[in-house]
């Protein structure tokens, strides 16, 4: 009797119905004993098949689910949200210049341009979400179907399989992600990739920030400007322009306005001529209150100290000059743009290519005591495959031409592993198609760039 109450306990009921003949016993039958379990039977047998069935059927709703296009349009969702804010902060952006009386029509145009994409995205949401509409009706109707079924499953469950089994189900998955916390906090430390700063490596490119029409106005289609990285004291809020004549031939004025206002506002500069030279192409920068540049019409380096009023020249050993290796676009090559200069948390670079690597880009870093070249390294980059190039943080980066809209920078070489790469594609939008200076400015970590007259800044997205 105490076995089988016990046995009732634990829930394994079943009828022991035993008689049972004494053993051994002779002659003599004792009365057959029983044993008697009042039971409660289950309606049924847990159906564990029919169990299995539907998990399945959920894996594989799951699947198909995780097929569809949902990703997609939550990616879209993402990207709308992202520039939805963007464009609030463009339009509050132009607000303030309209108020300030600086109305620029090229903020204005951007966000045209960015109205109409939000418009065309909005569209593929819409299509996207008809389409999963669709599909969706099928697998709601499974869906439904499914949880009906395992309600009714539930109430089989006196054994609590069910429960059970998503319990464990919880406790495997707050075990794995223990797992994966403890991973993370054995993880070794990583070594740098090529081309990471403190602030890491370079993943991207905003889209244009500020961007104004060039004072000289649409017809002067080359030119430079820009904000010096290290400025003398008094002067960091100067601004700098410097346009070309002659189809990029030559100039030798550069413009400066005291401030970002003046420059936006046009309502005070102050031109200075370079005296005994002209500037060829348009790869001058501003650095250390020295502008620096490709002397006209030779393989030289100028430095033209804007206190001082002097100019000071060196040879740039072996380099192309006048038209040798310009940077191109497939239909065409930019006149003069043979010697580049940029500017990045080391110091000032000249980027050029030679004869003897080939017509490939050579990366220099210039003492800007006296010009001569510190440190150099070939590159595989052929110079007219490139649109231009510019350096951040000891690592050169070379764009080219993807659209009338987007430029690529599809090309690396990083001066301190001495690692190249030339698949990379960070796209960023232009304002016009043409580009004809970019360079980083170390101090407000953006890229000046003279885009067809414009003058366009972008943010460098780190990460
Ligand atoms: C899983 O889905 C595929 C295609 O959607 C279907 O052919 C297959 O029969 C399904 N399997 C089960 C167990 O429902
Ligand atoms: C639910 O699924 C079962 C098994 O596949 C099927 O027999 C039944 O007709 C389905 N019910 C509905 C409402 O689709
Ligand atoms: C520019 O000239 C001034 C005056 O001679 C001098 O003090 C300054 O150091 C020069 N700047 C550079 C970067 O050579
Ligand atoms: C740069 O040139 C100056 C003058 O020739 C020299 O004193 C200095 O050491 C040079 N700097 C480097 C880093 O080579
Ligand atoms: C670059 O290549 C040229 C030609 O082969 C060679 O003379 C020069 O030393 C090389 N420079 C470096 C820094 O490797
Ligand atoms: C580019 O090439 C490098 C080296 O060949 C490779 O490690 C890297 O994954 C490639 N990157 C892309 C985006 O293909």
Redesign the pocket.
Known sequence: MALCSFLCKIGLCFLLQSAVNAVGSVGRSRVAQRCYCDLEVPDGLFPVQQLNELHRLCVNCTRTLAGQEFDKAVDIVVSLEQRLTDLQQRINEFEEEYEGGLYSIISFRIIEIEITELHDLFQELQEKYTSNQNDLSGQIVQIVNITDRVDELQKYDRQNVVQEQRENARLRRSLSSCNDELLRTVAPPTTPHPGSCSFGALRGVSEPRSSILSHYGTSYFYGGWGNDPLPAAGKENQYWLAIMLKSNYYGNVIRIYPSFGTFLSKTSHTDVTIPGTHIQGTGGIMYENCFYFNCYNSPKLCKFNMTAKTVLSDDLPFAGHNNKFPYCRPSSCLLYTDIDLATDENGLWALYATESNFGNTVISLVNTSDLSLIKSWNTTLYKKSATNAFMVCGVMYATRFFSDEMEEIFYMFDTTTEVE?????IRFRKVSSGIQHINYNPRDQKLYVYSDAFLVTHDIIFG
């Open positions: 790469l030339n698949n990379l594609s």
